[in-house]
């Protein structure tokens, strides 16, 4: 498996497939600017953003491989399903790459002098903690969403684009759904919060990894 | 490696139709555009799983090359190779020496460093074959590897299958010609898969043979079972009858002729001489008469 996220990832480097998302993600926790100024508000917004350029960057990472070299892959490693998860953990990799850039403009957002009081809510520790753990819970629920919908499941972008919004928009709105928990608890961070947003996590990963193993299972069969 | 019961549908249509079938040796797959054929090695290479059935005892690694081989275009041959070897179960020194070696055999023109993206049909080709040649793998899929190579190319592809069959590897290939003589001979249509001929010699090769060879002679296509009682004289003088298939009759005469004898008559034979040597099929066992000094 690692071989063939090494691939994938020298594939997507290779062809700028995931220069689009990331530059997308850069200026959008950059120009988002939260309203506060607060640092906890910046990394809310950012958890949000990483959860539609999770799902873009996995759609991309799917839909860029030309069907037969799909086969060929799938034939090295072992069957179309291991090719197809090996990719998806790629497009994993793919997004975690920006989780620095969160905390980087979080920690700016603290530095800001224009706005003192936001001294008082700068970077700790356990906004930090929360922070990552939310980046985890949106990366992966934007990956395994992307991976529903990208070919040869769902063949039109337009379509896979306007589910993507919308199971986006429903997983940070409705409450107690695993993005709206993580943002809401990153906003306001403390230990316990910290605490609810890792145990959100480890089921997401859990069940992620479930519906990632069901949805590469149709995708072999459709391939 | 078996397949069991296998359906494979597409828009209503069961290309193929709970097909029960095993697979060793050299196997050629024949059948009209559209018939399956690719299906049936997609299937068995575990580039995609049925819509019903299994296939059971596949080796993890299998060697495939698609009809449209459309490797990454940026990235270079070499490397390509270098990280396809480690999907294959090869180690990173392996990977990057046998790639190297591979290339080289196959010529690849302009380089190994050239990217994917700018090599011509048959030299992309030939990188898709150093791929599905790189590992030791126990099953190597060829979908109609002929298209888009030149003669020197496919020489060399010839010889990499005799060297996976020496290995005891299969190798099932999709033709349009009956490429290997002593193969296994499949046929595809109407979702069902018929052995047109069973396996002539065993799984280690003998001279090259058919179409793909550099010859581009013909293969007995006109009258695939019509036995043939031949006289050759071999290049050191010696004259032998041989009585052969129609499968194997233009492969032997054409190994007499490629050693530097000559074929001095053919035949048909009669129907009761020569029924029980037929079964194997080489120059060798077939021989039932030999006569030293022959003119």
Redesign the interface.
């Known amino acids: 498996m690692t071989?063939?996220v090494?691939?994938t990832v020298?594939?997507c480097g290779?062809?700028q497939v995931w220069v689009a998302p990331w530059l997308t993600f850069v200026v959008a926790v950059a120009l988002l600017d939260a309203p506060s100024g607060r640092a906890a508000d910046a990394l809310a917004l950012s958890t949000v953003t990483l959860l539609f350029v999770a799902a873009w960057l996995t759609i991309a990472t799917l839909g860029s491989?030309?069907p037969?070299?799909?086969?060929?892959?799938?034939?090295?490693?072992?069957?179309?399903?291991r090719e197809r998860l090996g990719a998806q953990l790629a497009a994993a990799v793919g997004s975690a790459v920006v989780v620095p850039v969160s905390l980087l403009v979080a920690w700016v957002e603290s530095r800001n002098p224009a706005q003192p009081a936001s001294l008082a809510h700068g970077l700790s520790v356990p906004l930090v903690v929360t922070a990552l753990l939310a980046h985890v819970v949106a990366g992966v629920c934007g990956t395994v969403v992307g991976a529903a919908l990208a070919r040869p499941l769902v063949t039109s972008r337009v379509v896979s684009l306007l589910v993507v919004l919308l199971v986006g928009v429903l997983l940070v709105v409705v409450p107690w759904a695993p993005v709206s928990v993580a943002v809401s608890r990153t906003g306001h961070p403390t230990w316990g919060g910290a605490a609810l947003v890792a145990a959100v996590a480890v089921a997401v990963v859990a069940v992620g990894a479930a519906v990632a193993w069901w949805t590469a299972?149709l995708a072999?069969?459709?391939? | 490696m078996r397949f069991v019961e296998v359906t494979q549908r597409y828009a209503d249509v069961d290309v193929l139709a709970g097909v029960d079938l095993e697979l060793d040796g050299y196997v050629v797959v024949r059948g009209p555009n559209g018939s399956g054929k690719s299906t049936l090695l997609?299937i068995a290479?575990?580039?995609?799983?049925?819509?019903a059935g299994r296939v059971e005892g596949r080796p993890?690694?299998?060697?495939?090359?698609?009809?449209?081989?459309?490797?990454?275009?940026?990235?270079r041959a070499d490397?390509y190779l270098r990280?396809?070897g480690?999907?294959?179960g090869l180690d990173a020194a392996a990977s990057a020496s046998r790639a190297e070696a591979l290339l080289r055999r196959f010529d690849l023109r302009p380089g190994p460093a050239a990217r994917l993206g700018t090599l011509s049909k048959g030299n992309r080709l030939k990188v898709?074959l150093a791929?599905a040649f790189l590992a030791p793998v126990g099953l190597v899929?060829l979908d109609e590897p002929r298209d888009g190579l030149d003669d020197a190319a496919a020489a060399v592809l010839d010889d990499l299958v005799d060297e996976a069959l020496a290995r005891g590897a299969t190798v099932l290939r999709a033709a349009h010609d009956d490429v290997a003589p002593g193969a296994t001979l499949l046929r595809v249509g109407g979702g069902a898969v018929r052995v047109e001929r069973a396996a002539t010699r065993a799984a280690t090769p003998g001279p090259r043979t058919g179409p793909d060879s550099d010859t581009g002679l013909g293969h007995g296509r006109e009258a695939p079972d019509v036995r043939v009682t031949a006289r050759v004289r071999e290049p050191d003088g010696t004259g032998r009858t041989l009585v052969l298939t129609g499968a194997e009759r233009d492969a032997a005469l054409l190994a007499v002729l490629r050693r530097g004898g000559s074929v001095l008559e053919v035949r048909p034979t009669p129907a009761d001489l020569g029924r029980s040597e037929t079964a194997t099929g080489t120059e060798a066992e077939t021989e039932t008469e030999s006569s030293k000094g022959h003119p």
């Open positions: 071989a063939l090494a691939y020298a594939r290779r062809a491989q030309a037969e070299q799909a086969g060929v892959l799938a034939a090295a490693v072992g069957g179309a399903r299972g072999a069969r459709r391939a | 997609r290479a575990g580039a995609v799983e049925p819509t993890r690694h299998v060697g495939y090359v698609p009809e449209r081989f459309s490797p990454p275009a940026g990235m490397a990280r396809t480690r999907l294959l898709g791929h899929v």
